[in-house]
């Protein structure tokens, strides 16, 4: 009789079980497919890169880096201004003796995760976890610093141009080729409790701007301090515009809210067309490929305005 009951359910039971558990992984949405790291190593050829960027939007990251074999990056990047070039200014968190101190800190890093919308990583060597999201003219960066023992620094470089603070914000410029400069303006959600030139083994406060080849500025908090917050606008118009752009798109310090956002544009431009049937590698394919091709054209418009390299206007 056990033996009847037993082969009588048991097959129900197997098929109930397999519904709930078909049921309980979750739907992939198209964004999920997307895999950045496709084509990041090349032997002949520039390879593509993992980049992080809204659908033909002005201001796209990824990490400074040969390839994705390479096992350090060189800073953290605030805008990528070209198809295949290097950031226009750097960001480098640190923790550690300021004599040490550089214009860009190169990273061994760790458990990185890069979704079109957003970017994670561990600076393993000082023991920082990084996020990152993006707007269409604006980022945000959030910083957390585990070595409470040691005073966080923030530095800013720009390549070429010039760099000022004012308490916790940072503004300036870089040239670019054809006559044409990239302008930002940051602020970060904590005040600095000293910030300037870098001085020998000391941050000098009283000279609060940077000009020429691989400015930096510096900016100090407290020991202590867990986590640091940056948002930042960038324009090819003026400082001045770019603080507009980023009060149009990013109101407050909230990573997960913008992040969220981003997936949700996302989803919404690569959901114009949809992918139907069981082999989810050739869906990967797909929805990667057409996730590059957001990456041009870009739009320059900055509320109605944008900058011309044509006739410098």
Known sequence: MKKFFYALFSPLFFFLLTINTTQAQPIKQPVDYV?????????????????VHLPNSMLRVYPERESFTSNTISGLPLIITS??????FNLSPFQGEPKDIKNTIRYGYDNEVIKPYYYEVDLDDFGINVKFAPSHQSGLYELNFSQNHLPPYLIFNTRDGELSVNQNQVSGFQKLNNNTKVYIYLETDLQPVESGTQSNESIDSKNKSAVGRNAYLVLKYPVSTKQVKAHYGISFISVEQAKNNLRREIKDYSLTILSQKGKAIWNATLGKIKVEGTDETAKTIFYTSLYRTYERMINLSEDGKYFSAFDGK
């Open 83 to 88: 198809h295949r070039g290097s950031s226009a």
């Open 35 to 51: 895999n950045p790291y496709i084509g990041n190593t090349s032997h002949l050829l520039v390879p593509t890169y993992p980049t």
